[in-house]
């Protein structure tokens, strides 16, 4: 995710894919609002997991139209899609989610997740497990 000087929002999204995939499977990643969603009026969304359940979950759009239509803050939107929506279907994931303040949340219901963050004030965080962010 990027938020430049303007207040526009990007997502990008690139994946490693399932290990032994069927041929012509295609994955959440590709898929505008499954793995990959940015609105410059919300956030931007990027996420990782078990494909098919982010295609049925529509998992990077909900957590933008949670912030748009019920004004959920980010942080609460990530964890009510990633924590609730995602796992009680049974899907194993994360994503990492920026809004147009600036924030940034990284949630995953998985063993881990590898992510980063940065910002112009001074953020620097990579993290793989719950508790293994560094500064």
């Known amino acids: 995710m990027a938020l430049d000087r303007d207040g526009n929002l990007a997502a990008a999204t690139s994946t490693g894919g399932l290990t032994n995939k069927h041929t012509g499977r295609v994955g959440d990643t590709p898929l505008i609002g499954?793995?990959?969603?940015?609105?410059?009026?919300?956030?931007?969304?990027?996420?990782t997991g078990q494909g098919e359940y982010y295609i049925r979950q529509v998992v990077a759009y909900d957590v933008c139209a949670l912030v748009r239509y019920r004004h959920m803050g980010l942080a609460q939107a990530v964890h009510e899609v990633v924590q609730v929506k995602l796992r009680h279907s049974g899907g194993e994931g994360g994503v990492i989610a920026l809004d147009r303040a600036g924030n940034i949340a990284m949630d995953f219901?998985?063993?881990?997740?590898?992510?980063?963050?940065?910002?112009s004030h001074g953020r620097r965080e990579i993290a793989m497990y719950h508790d293994s962010a560094a500064r």
């Open 34 to 47: 499954a793995g990959t969603y940015a609105s410059n009026d919300c956030c931007a969304v990027s996420g």
């Open 109 to 119: 219901n998985s063993a881990g997740m590898f992510r980063g963050a940065r910002d």
